[in-house]
């Protein structure tokens, strides 16, 4: 029962550079979301997925590009990384709006 | 601009105890609450839910509390176990003009003494 997964867990990054977290769920859910925790601040949403081929932009999207490839998968893009965007990023997933967030269990990215 | 706030960052509680999270928001918008559960090296966890039409909502040891007027909601644990020292967010959700929102806030961190 793997629920929502993300790849990777750690990663360091130098300014400038670009990367892709990765995130897959398999609970069949429409809607997917990436988030970003920084110290003394709630988790805040970067872009979303109501469904698959569709995205929308969050509270914080500056500097951030997504990809919703299929009902499975939601991944996230950095094309230049910059120091602010040193985080951990929280992949989520959920059934409707009752039922909650499934969170991944995070990627630290640090950018030096 | 904080809609939604948890003033205490941290909370300390003997095991057996009553254990009671706070969480304050400021829009009228917001007609659904949720509280999660978040140990370290993991993503946090959905615990309780509650609609603004209810007042309270329990599940076993957890009870979510919802005053309207005051704009403030509570999270009760009873008896506390070791085992639910944790970081606790409450996040608000609702419909505005911008869209479906759900705003977070900064968490309370929970220990539990055994």
């Known amino acids: 029962n793997a629920g929502v997964t993300q790849t990777p867990k750690f990663q360091v990054l130098k300014t400038g550079q670009s990367m892709t977290l990765q995130c897959a769920q398999d609970?069949?859910?429409?809607?997917m979301y990436w988030y970003r925790q920084d110290p003394g601040m709630g988790l805040r949403l970067i872009y979303y997925?109501?469904?698959?081929?569709?995205?929308d932009k969050g509270e914080v999207p500056n500097g951030y590009n997504v990809s919703r490839l299929n009902k499975r998968e939601f991944s996230l893009r950095l094309e230049s990384a910059a120091p602010s965007q040193t985080s951990v990023y929280f992949c989520?997933?959920?059934?409707?709006?009752?039922?909650?967030?499934?969170f991944g269990s995070g990627t630290r990215l640090t950018v030096v | 601009d904080q809609q939604v706030k948890q003033n205490s960052p941290s909370l300390s509680v003997q095991e057996g105890r009553i254990s009671i999270l706070n969480c304050d928001y400021t829009?009228?918008?917001?007609?659904?609450f949720l509280w999660y559960k978040k140990y370290p090296a993991e993503g946090p966890t959905f615990l309780i839910s509650?609609?603004?039409?209810?007042d309270k909502n329990e599940d076993g040891r957890f009870t979510v509390f919802l005053n309207k007027s005051a704009k403030h909601l509570s999270l009760h644990i009873v008896p506390s176990q070791p085992g639910d020292s944790a970081v606790y967010f409450c996040?608000?959700?609702?419909?505005?003009?911008?869209?479906?929102?759900?705003?977070f806030g900064a968490g309370t961190r929970l220990f539990v003494k055994a």
């Open positions: 989520a997933s959920r059934p409707d709006w009752v039922s909650g967030y499934t």
């Open positions: 609970m069949n859910h429409n809607s």
């Open positions: 997925s109501a469904s698959e081929g569709t995205t």
């Open positions: 829009n009228s918008m917001f007609d659904y």
């Open positions: 509650i609609s603004s039409i209810k």
């Open positions: 996040a608000a959700e609702g419909e505005d003009t911008g869209g479906f929102k759900t705003i």
